[in-house]
């Protein structure tokens, strides 16, 4: 039965995710609750468990800086917590400037800029691996972590817990950038924090899978994706979604009519995949 | 010319010398960026904050020292404040630091960048021993330098008597009064800025800034010979030789030289 509920549970999942996170690091500062603490460069989770921002530190790393036990540890968890639930599950299910980027392609759809564009891209979506290189060069010339300096990502984070003075500007530039300028493109193109998470999923265990015998070939599934690239075998061949940069949003699951689209562990789906 | 299309290697050639020629104008830009946007000396950081150089790549602008300051004192830089964004700060005009014996804001912090060694004597935590930044005072605008009396800073410094001391002297223009005028010791003063937050004037006649800037340094040249600890800095000291031109000849050839004689002549 086709319900609303089951073509957007995913997306309603993730903006109670996104959204509830928001408040429990809204409500840490404000009311001292202590299920999660700090903002997403680094937490501490029910005041044990350490959790920061694997990229971060790998700049301060880079910055030359010494670090502590315990931001080594955050970064481990935070590295095996995405290692399991898919690298880039950070960007759609954590990130705030999703909310921004999601909304702009939504709105970009609406008033049909995609038409005016046309289908051709004037960047490549390699362009954040660039960034990412970039971000540590500069970390280790300048001694300081470039990303974490101009990071709209924490940047508006940060200022949801602690107070935004101008950061709304940052969002309104991203809004603005992804709204007229280039699809999907901060996230999809420029961001460098979804650059690492991408080379970090490529290892990640649960994965997208294409059931090829249910597909009937209507696309919703690349029209919906924000990373379409990654969806090359849809009415092509069974295969699990193995690019990193896949951010498991799930929606091409639920706009399948067709059940060809579903969650699956990795191992799992690739010893299917040789077994055929 | 005859058009051609691009063999793949040059194809790849190109692409990367555009990736290369992108980076380096992005990269120009944004170290541009990073390096005004670090500049800032009047920051003044939580107790037990590294050197300022180290702060900004060992701060991670988690905000847990901000969640954990009960008085609500540390803030983090948001953009437009015009200090080093993300990276905790407070101004002790609004609302100084009130030195918790336990120092909720140092053990918190995950990447050392507040270092609890700093702010421990004796395997004690002791705020005391913090060094934020150093008290300065105005004196065209201190009333006690007016000869109006004034202790405003000296009753609010939690370290009464040691970092902030009254000095008396005679008021030469009334003849029968005194000045006390409030004199900051270097070494004891934390930089709370419980004084700044107390001053009377209109704008603070004190004030903390921070010690890079506040202070000067003497430098190699000169030791106090009659400090023992300061004649310590002798023990390492080594002769620097430096030659120049002039100096091969004896002072005494340049002096009574050629010099003289152009003058009689």
Known sequence: MKTLWNSYRYLILRRVTQIGLLILYFGANAWGWTLIKGNLSSSLILGIVPMSDPYAVLQMVAAGATLATDILIGALVAT????LIGGRAFCSWVCPINLV???????RELIGMNKLTGVKQPASRKLRYWVLVLSLVISAIMGVTAFEFISPISMVHRGIVFGIGFGWAAVLIIFLFDLFVLKHGWCGHICPLGGFYSLLGKFSLIRVTHLEENCTLCMKCKVVCPENQVLHMIGKESLPVLSGECTNCARCIEVCDDDALEFSIKSMAQKKEMGE | MKKQALTDRRKFILNMARGVGLATIGGFVWSAFIDEATASQLTLRPPGA??????????????????????????????????PLGTPFFVPR???CYMCPDIPCVPVCPTGALDESSVTTKEVLDINSADMGLAVIDHDSCIAFWGIQCDACYRACPILGEAISIEYQKNERTGKHAFMKPVVHADACTGCGMCEHACVTEKAAIQILPR???QGKAGDYYIKGWDKEDEKRLVNAHEIKS??????????DKLNGDLLEDLYE
Do not use: H, R, W
């Open chain 1, 80 to 83: 095996l917590f995405y290692f």
């Open chain 1, 101 to 107: 980027t999601d909304f702009a392609a939504f709105v």
């Open chain 2, 50 to 83: 590294i050197k300022e150089e180290d702060f900004l790549k060992t701060c991670i602008k988690c905000g847990l020292c901000v969640e954990a300051c009960p008085y609500d004192t540390l803030m983090l830089a948001s953009p437009g404040e015009n200090k």
């Open chain 2, 94 to 96: 609004e609302t100084p």
């Open chain 2, 212 to 214: 890079a800037l506040a």
């Open chain 2, 243 to 252: 030659t120049t031109e002039i100096s091969k000849q004896k002072p005494t």
